[in-house]
């Protein structure tokens, strides 16, 4: 099941998996989805949709904003 939103997101990236969310992974991560060319990207918006997708970059967005105050 995906998460449908912020919050349910940040549970299953922190709690669940066991990743916190530093500003180096945030960082990191939203230049990997930026790169829509990439296969990685692609097979992500192939396999989730490319709405989840937009939804995942606003998120890691937010997480950031959080993380930098």
Excluded at 34 to 40: G, I, M, T, V
């Amino acid at each position: 099941m995906l998460p449908e939103n912020y919050e349910a997101w940040r549970h299953c990236i922190v709690e669940k998996c066991g990743i916190p969310l530093t500003v180096p992974y945030i960082q990191k991560r939203l230049r990997e989805l930026r790169c829509s060319d990439q296969y990685d990207t692609q097979r992500f918006i192939d396999v989730y949709g490319v709405l989840h997708y937009q939804r995942i970059i606003g998120w890691f967005e937010q997480a950031l904003e959080e993380e930098q105050k």
